[in-house]
């Protein structure tokens, strides 16, 4: 059973335009969400992470929001860049973990110019 | 720049070599870890290390065996791997502590086995 889900294998967007990648959640002990960026041919790079006592953290053009009752979160890249074409998972870990971070299966994202 | 060196970037083995990958990280982390990823999966958790003590096994099975040398480094020996472990196994840290910990990845060595 999959506990963490992006629904969206991929997800095309103009430049200069928002991006928005979706994840859902099933188990209500997670409480700490990252999103990574990956390219091809290398380790996921750590973007942006968010408690789950916060609803929204920021880090310049990138905003993830969390919306616990509906095991809901997403990041928002702002403008988006040709640069940010990659594939994004999203993971979550649970208190009481260590290192055991579940991953989305990712979406790639492509920014067209 | 990820401040986690992986080494080596490529190997192929046959099923008999016995061979290692080696990570190093600078970041005073005393949590390490093993992931290995298949093409389009997400990276799948093998081994975690905290103050080099092996704390998680993730059913591997024992053709791979971790090591954790010191605070900064960590081993993974591959022994009589099968084809399907071809992959890409990612070296990771963090600080120790449950959850809230952010894991940095390196960038990985693509391993194949022939």
């Known amino acids: 059973d999959q506990q963490v889900k992006q629904n969206s294998p991929s997800l095309s967007v103009q430049e200069g335009r928002i991006s928005i990648l979706n994840c859902d959640y099933t188990n209500s002990m997670f409480d700490y969400f990252l999103w990574y960026k990956k390219y091809p041919a290398e380790g996921p790079t750590f973007l942006i992470s968010?408690?789950?006592?916060?609803d929204k953290n920021e880090d310049g053009r990138f905003t993830v929001f969390l919306n616990k009752s509906a095991k809901h979160l997403s990041l928002h890249i702002v403008p988006s860049q040709p640069g940010d074409s990659a594939v994004y998972f999203c993971a979550a870990s649970d208190w009481g973990s260590q290192g055991n971070l579940i991953f989305g299966k990712g979406t790639k994202l492509s920014v067209k110019p | 720049d990820t401040e986690v060196t992986q080494t080596p970037k490529h190997l192929v083995m046959g099923m008999t070599n016995k061979k290692s990958l080696k990570c190093e990280q600078h970041?005073?982390?005393?949590?390490m870890y093993w992931y290995k990823q298949k093409a389009k999966k997400p990276p799948e958790l093998m081994f975690v290390?905290?103050?080099?003590?092996?704390?998680i096994n993730e059913s591997v099975p024992s053709r791979f065996s971790p090591e954790c040398p010191n605070s900064s480094l960590l081993n993974l020996h591959l022994h009589a791997l099968q084809p399907e472990d071809s992959a890409l196994y990612l070296c990771?840290?963090?600080?120790?502590?449950?959850?809230?910990?952010?894991?940095?990845f390196g960038e990985g060595s693509w391993l194949t086995v022939v």
């Open positions: 970041m005073g982390h005393r949590a």
């Open positions: 990771a840290s963090s600080q120790v502590g449950y959850s809230g910990n952010t894991i940095y």
């Open positions: 968010i408690s789950s006592i916060k």
């Open positions: 290390y905290s103050y080099e003590k092996l704390s």
